[in-house]
């Protein structure tokens, strides 16, 4: 399977999305459950977003952005900005 630009390109988004969200998550001492609970989602199903395993989809990012209090543009802006990863660099 060949990958192309674009598809690293949002592989990379999706987990630093979900590195943003862990952080606000510890800033406002939210847990994965609060996180589950509030997205109606299972433990499983929310481990595989904050880890970007699967991306979060829209209605989520908004519901995860208004519990933890922060706009998603926040978020989406943080995750933009946030510097190469070692391993998105050997890739």
Same mark, same amino acid.
């Given at each position: 399977?060949?990958?192309? &630009? $674009?598809?690293?390109?949002? $592989?990379? =988004?999706?987990?630093?999305?979900?590195?943003?969200?862990?952080? #606000?998550?510890?800033? !406002?001492?939210? /847990?994965?459950?609060? *996180? &589950?609970? #509030?997205? !109606?989602? $299972?433990?499983? /199903? =929310?481990? $595989?977003? *904050?880890?970007?395993?699967?991306?979060?989809?829209?209605?989520?990012? =908004?519901?995860?952005?208004?519990?933890?209090?922060? #706009?998603? /543009?926040?978020?989406?802006?943080?995750?933009? &900005?946030?510097?190469? /990863?070692?391993?998105?660099?050997?890739?």
């Amino acid at each position: 399977m060949e990958l192309h &630009a $674009s598809q690293v390109d949002d $592989s990379l =988004i999706v987990r630093r999305f979900a590195d943003e969200v862990r952080v #606000e998550m510890v800033r !406002k001492r939210v /847990t994965a459950t609060d *996180l &589950a609970h #509030e997205l !109606k989602v $299972s433990a499983h /199903t =929310i481990g $595989s977003r *904050l880890s970007g395993r699967r991306p979060f989809n829209a209605i989520e990012m =908004i519901r995860v952005a208004r519990l933890l209090g922060i #706009e998603v /543009t926040v978020l989406w802006e943080r995750a933009a &900005a946030a510097p190469a /990863t070692v391993e998105a660099v050997a890739s």
